[in-house]
């Protein structure tokens, strides 16, 4: 007994030797740097080669080169002014306006003002970058309209002074165009082709919150009150008074030493140590992940806050093996739909992976993260509400049963669906500066929002890598059964990428067309009818495709289209499977272009226990090779 409360006291002393020594490492982590012959840099900069926590504005002091939002442009600077302005020498943007491309213009764009931060420019071009013109639009004053490579740009130039009052986008399809603002050197009003408004020389202005300065200075965290919507400096750990430290624990100890000797005797130690490994495993690699990448793009909140937007969790839309979902409402009126999770695979890795994933991400066709919970065992994900739900069950005949009439889609929806679908995992594989591979598209993952529009989501399975890592490995099968590619269950079918992706597409479009899943996780092989063998047949012979709701010619076309993409899709060979940018041109393009692919040959993979695949922290083995898109 006088050993355990020896190791108990010692455990104590270490722990408070502990935590000092972290504070002091975080004050030493966090010190003012310098780069080149520039004057002491320190909070809101950091540099490249500290935590995230450090900053809100990463510093590459090996080029002199700043990025303001995570994934963006790197911006080349010539001077840099601790109290609010950088001076820039940057030609790459002006050379993407020039060049007509205008692919990667988001990631030219400036944060959207914070809170506790902003970066802004005495003028700015506002803009909507459109994947294609907007017939019959009513163009808000002082805007002009241009056109960029293939896209259509909407754009005016603004005082940003003015930078609080959003412009009003309801004029601009989300489903169709994106928001970007970029600084610009032409003076408010003066009327100037679009071209001529970048140059490679520019100023912006950094504007930070006076208390997290202080904060920072002192070595503390900057946190949000809700109640006084004010900023505050964390608490320090105060030193414990010797005597009271004494008075305070020796009953406790006494009573724990008891209760410990109790336990030993009752129940294996190596019980203990399992049960108490486990979740502190799990909280560890979250807040460790949490606290690496720095502030993330969405709100952390707190449970008790989740229970009052859900209304304590009163109105339930979904579950799944993750947990539930639960319909929700912020303070503001916005509707959202909470996730909570209650059981964690893999140390956390599906928390992570939605948080890291979506958090990097901004497009019409990709679900917006708009908060999330880690609180003790409470984890919570908050998404922007899609009054439509998933698209499975619009498409899938559960239990045989017949959907009700007015819950079909027609058609031309149908097609709108699978373009937007097209788009948005076109963007995780290309319009991002990270490489993001989902592995679990299908129709229960594709909200719909009340215009239709689709948006992918649930990112818990999802990998990221950075563009130049085309091929990656993975030790364990991950997705579900009827939607995996065959080189994510069988590597002899080739390496697992983004094409990994585009098979996932094309079975569930397939779903899509035939209103019935491909296959059914529920028969045998002997009893299965592989629905894209039977439309192929049918695509190749030209006759009738023998689908429901065809009234015109218009239909035919399109869901014909629809089929020879996802034949094309669902290629055993990954090299023989289109990127989804070349899903999109054949989709947009004439039928009498489209090639019939040859004939699948593959039937579903191998059943599991369960019809979902996932990992743990799976080490993951990132090959270079040529890039797929």
Known sequence: MAFISLLFVSILTHLVLLSSAERETYNISCEPFHCANLSEMH???????????????????????????????????????????????????MAEVKSHRCESLESFGLPNPLDIGSVSSDDIVNLFKCNSSLDNINLPTDFRNTSCGDYSIYYTTTVDDDRNVYIDDNNFPRDQCSFIRLPTTIEYGKSRDFIS???????????????????????????????????????????????????????????????????????PASKFIYLWK????????????????????????????????????????????????????????????????????????????????????????????????????????????????????????????QIEEHKYLEWGTLYRISLGIARGLEYLHRGCNTRILHFDIKPHNILLDKEFTPKISDFGLAKVCTREESIISTLEARGTVGYIAPEVFCRSFGGVSPKSDVYSYGMMVLEMVGGRKNISPGVDHTSEIFFPRWVYKRVVLDGELGLKRITNEDEKTQARKMIIVSLWCIQTDPSNRPTMSKVIEMLEGSIDSLEVPPKPYLSSPPRPSSTEFSSGFTSLQVQSSTSLE
């Open 278 to 401: 486990k979740p502190n495993q799990s909280h560890q690699n979250v807040e460790a992940f949490l606290g690496k990448h720095g502030p993330i793009p969405c709100r952390r909140c707190s449970y008790s806050e989740v229970k009052k937007m859900t209304n304590c969790f009163t109105e339930k839309i979904g579950q799944g093996g993750y947990g539930c979902v639960f319909k929700g409402k912020l303070q503001n009126g916005q509707l959202v739909a909470v996730k909570v999770l209650n059981q964690s695979k893999g140390n956390g890795e599906e928390f992570i992976n939605e948080v890291a994933t979506i958090s990097r991400t901004s497009h019409v066709n990709i679900v917006s993260l708009l908060g999330y919970c880690f609180e003790g065992s409470k984890r919570a994900l908050i998404y922007e509400f899609m009054s439509n739900g998933s698209l499975e069950k619009f498409i899938i005949e559960e239990n045989h049963n």
């Open 197 to 267: 408004l970048f140059s490679h020389e520019f100023s912006l202005h950094v504007h930070v919150n006076l208390v997290c300065i202080q904060c920072h200075n002192q070595g503390r965290q900057c946190l949000f009150h809700d109640e006084s919507q004010s900023y505050y400096c964390a608490t320090t750990g105060k030193k414990v008074v010797l005597v009271a430290a004494i008075a305070s624990a020796s009953a406790g100890l006494i009573l724990l030493v008891l209760i410990l000797y109790w336990l030993m005797r009752k129940f």
């Open 43 to 93: 909070f809101p900069y950091k540099s490249s080669m500290q935590p995230h926590n450090c900053g809100l504005y990463t510093v590459d002091c090996s080029g002199l080169k700043v990025q303001f939002k995570e994934g963006g442009h790197w911006y080349k600077f010539s001077a840099i002014s601790q109290s609010d302005s950088i001076t820039f020498n940057d030609t790459q943007l």
